[in-house]
């Protein structure tokens, strides 16, 4: 997994089934496939005839259902699952999700990816209205919300709910008697839905999940929509009219399965044609083609082929290295990298390479391995990221909030190129990149996000605004 080798994480991953006898095994093969989503909690909550039970854990889905009799007390023919990385709320048990709340009346299960920017204003208000909160994770909000709602359905609490909170989210949530997805006015993060040839239907972040639990595709969760299924199959509703697609261009880039479709556009497919496209806006003599594995394989395979220039595989990572639990730090990121990759003498000594890579966040780990692929003997490294210079924070569900982190904020490409030690360095077009998705949404940038490419935020910002300008004004330094 690529995921310890930049400091870039996605929030989080949601997987649910509604309509088949062993739904939390099959949440569970679903929240597998989804683990690149995130590592740090995973959870799941079934549904036993209309009585919700969960069991949720920091770690890896493996670890956290080791016990094998966890996952047979969740008995039931419904259940939804999440896995976390944390960017807002803590590392504690209390925040991993599904969130369960039993009131006197109902229960409900909540599951949420995505980041929502107008939170801590709610909160505030919500708790100024008497409310308590279980958590300090984002998810709880919508609950309050719902129960605060005078409207006379539960449906139109929830679209009322969800008129209200803003920014990037996809809820899954299970009730006594439907499960129910929703989607935010942009569409930020996939979501889609699928059916099994039992009749069972699934809802999951990526559409890799269904392929995995043998389910057919669809259709894709649309922005604004609300999907509620239930005994008699699924109808859809829109909670609000004013959408438009702002797909996040990193789902494409880096945090999605290569197997996963997003809005139709296979996410491979979408990498290659990123390096396709690369190879023609940046060229450059060399021997051979080098992708970082594992995320950049896809791009690098474009380049290659469009360039004529051979792909060798003259970077390899081990598979098999205990993974450390979590790795807060920078530093031991990067110690991570050191153990993980490396380069392959017997292929790249005395020759001219071109490492393409799918980004860079804090160019820390792209010098590394420029060095050690002199270490082995390379004559000249060129490094070609496959997608534009990441400058601004993203307020949508990635852990960048700040500027400080990123080393193209602050530095040319010139500057980049010198400070990773690369003998050249090239960068993918923001119209190279939208060309190589290929998305036709009638909207700006063809239907993506490009905020973390060029500030231009699909929504106002809300609670992150000033720290916005703030991040405007941080200077970085390169470490
Ligand atoms: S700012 Fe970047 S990471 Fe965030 S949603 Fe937009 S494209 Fe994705």
Redesign the pocket.
């Known amino acids: 997994m690529p995921y310890e080798v930049k400091s870039l994480n996605e929030e989080c991953g949601i997987f649910g089934i509604w309509g088949h006898s062993d739904a939390a095994q099959i949440t569970y093969f679903g929240l597998h496939s989804l683990q690149h989503r995130g590592q740090e909690g995973a959870g799941i909550v079934a549904n036993d005839g209309g009585k919700l039970n969960g069991y949720r854990g920091l770690g890896l889905l493996s670890e956290v259902f080791k016990d094998d009799r966890l996952l047979l007390s969740l008995q039931g023919s419904a259940a939804i699952g999440h896995v976390r990385y944390a960017t807002c709320g803590n590392g504690s048990v209390d925040n991993i999700q599904p969130f369960l709340f039993n009131f006197s009346n109902n229960s409900y299960a909540l599951a949420h990816n995505g980041n929502l920017t107008n939170a801590k204003s709610l909160r505030k208000e919500l708790e100024q209205g008497g409310a308590i909160f279980h958590s300090n994770s984002d998810t709880e909000i919508l609950m309050h919300l719902i129960r605060r709602s005078k409207q006379p359905t539960f449906i139109e609490q929830l679209k009322e709910s969800l008129r209200a909170v803003k920014g990037?989210f996809a809820y899954l949530l299970l009730t006594e008697t439907s499960m129910i997805a929703a989607l935010d006015p942009n569409a930020?993060r996939p979501l889609a839905i699928g059916q099994m040839k039992t009749g069972a239907y699934v809802i999951a972040s990526e559409t890799c999940a269904l392929e995995v639990v043998g389910a057919t595709f669809v259709r894709d969760v649309e922005p604004g929509e609300v999907i509620i299924i239930d005994d008699n199959g699924y109808h859809i509703e829109k909670y609000t009219e004013d959408t438009q697609y702002a797909i996040?261009?990193?789902?494409y880039i880096y945090f999605a399965r290569p197997d996963s479709n997003i809005a139709g556009v296979n996410v491979h497919t979408a990498r290659k044609n990123m390096g396709k496209r690369l190879a023609q806006e940046a060229p450059v003599a060399a021997d051979m083609v080098v992708g970082v594995p594992n995320s950049s394989l896809s791009a690098a395979s474009g380049y290659a082929e469009a360039s004529g220039i051979p792909y060798e595989m003259g970077l390899v990572k081990s598979q098999y290295i205990a993974r450390t639990f979590i790795q807060p730090t920078q530093e031991l990121r990067e110690q991570g990298v050191r153990m993980k990759l490396s380069a392959v003498r017997g292929v790249v000594e005395g020759k001219r390479i071109i490492m393409v890579d799918d980004s860079i966040v804090r160019g820390t780990t792209s010098r590394r391995i420029v060095q050690l692929l002199k270490e082995a003997g390379a004559k000249e490294v060129h490094v070609r990221i496959a997608s534009p210079p990441l400058r601004?924070p993203?307020f949508?569900?990635?852990d960048i909030q700040t500027r400080k982190e990123l080393i193209a904020a602050n530095h040319s490409v010139a500057e980049i190129e010198q400070l990773i030690t690369a003998d050249s360095l090239s960068f993918l077009s923001e119209q190279g990149l939208i060309d190589a998705i290929g998305l036709n949404f009638d909207a700006p940038y063809s239907g993506l996000?490009?905020?973390?490419f060029n500030g231009d935020y699909p929504t106002p910002l809300y609670d992150y605004a000033e720290q916005y300008q703030a991040s405007l004004r941080e200077k970085i330094s390169f470490a």
């Open positions: 990037g930020f996040c261009a990193m789902e601004f993203c949508y569900g990635i996000c490009m905020a973390y």
